[in-house]
């Protein structure tokens, strides 16, 4: 007797992009250009292969916003339903987790599919799928190891659980966008060169002050100029002085944010000087007092 598979609903599986992916550089187009090439939408025969992303670099950058709005894009410019799996790697991430495993539902046991073999299902029924791997450099080697056979010629992956092998039907692709921080902002282990090697790697870096302006203008619309330029100033400064901790513009969207819910500048920045420890944050103080004159200290 075959054991039931449980596969979420298609419904489960829509791109969720959180706040708007303000594209400086052209980094969206080109990941979409590389992803999801027209040729390929067309119907072309000699289109190219999938194409795999690593996003790398500092943690509020904007890596997973950027994965999630370049899944929902493509859908967009696919024209039809493009299922997105999203999974959260971390050190303790197991082969069984992104393989899948048997568990007991009710009165029986079904076969709940991990991330890898979900894609393929999903992109063997519409044809696309993506697969966003958040921290995937988190993944121990051994873990790393088990996305090789779905990043190589091979487009499969087998469950020794259920005695079945996944395979991509022909003419359907599997899109993987993996972000990662590199080990000198916290990454937990190296990529495996061997995996690394299947993908594009792309470095999502901080913006310049003149990039977080912009952001913040169009995530935040609404907040005055003086205090964008302000914020701008003091983020750019952190990321020049020898702190371990430096500003994104994820933590200034949420300056703003604390700011409104909380109705006062300061108290405020007590949580966004909390980001940072010891000496550090005595230096990122005095840059408040300096840029805001706000001093965290009375």
């Excluded at 993506?130 to 996305?147: A, C, N």
């Excluded at 990321?239 to 109705?263: C, E, F, M, V």
Aim: glycine share 6%; hydrophobic share 35%; aromatic share 8%.
């Amino acid at each position: 007797m075959q054991i039931p598979i449980l596969w979420p609903t298609v419904a489960e599986l829509k791109p969720y992009v959180e706040d708007t992916f303000v594209d400086l550089d052209g980094i969206l187009e080109d990941s979409l250009a590389l992803t999801m090439p027209q040729e390929w939408i067309d119907g072309e025969e000699d289109a190219p292969p999938s194409g795999h992303l690593l996003l790398s670099g500092p943690p509020g950058v904007g890596k997973s916003l950027l994965a999630a709005t370049c899944a929902k894009k493509a859908q967009e410019k696919f024209g039809g339903v493009i299922p997105t799996v999203t999974f959260d790697c971390s050190e303790d991430t197991r082969e069984y987790h992104l393989r899948g495993m048997p568990l007991p539902v009710g009165n029986e046991t079904v076969f709940v599919p991990g991330p890898l073999p979900v894609a393929i299902e999903m992109a063997n029924k519409h044809r696309c799928a993506f697969l966003l791997l958040e921290e995937v450099s988190s993944l121990t080697p051994g873990s790393q190891k088990k996305l090789n056979a779905l990043t190589d010629w091979r487009n499969a992956i087998y469950i020794p659980q259920i005695a079945r092998n996944f395979r991509l039907n022909p003419g359907c692709r599997i899109v993987i966008i993996g972000s990662l921080n590199p080990y000198v902002f916290g990454g937990v282990n190296e990529m495996n060169k061997d995996l690394s090697s299947r993908f594009q790697t792309r470095e999502v870096n901080y913006p310049d002050q003149t990039g977080d302006k912009s952001i913040l203008r169009q995530i935040r619309p609404g907040t005055d100029e003086a205090t964008i330029e302000k914020l701008a100033q003091l983020a750019s400064e952190t990321r020049t002085q020898a702190t371990d901790y430096k500003l994104a513009p994820r933590d200034l969207k949420h300056w703003i944010d604390n700011s409104r819910k909380l109705g006062s500048q300061k108290k405020a920045f007590t949580y966004l000087a909390a980001l940072f420890e010891g000496s550090d944050r005595d230096l990122v103080q005095e840059k408040i007092k300096d840029i805001f004159n706000v001093d965290l200290n009375r």
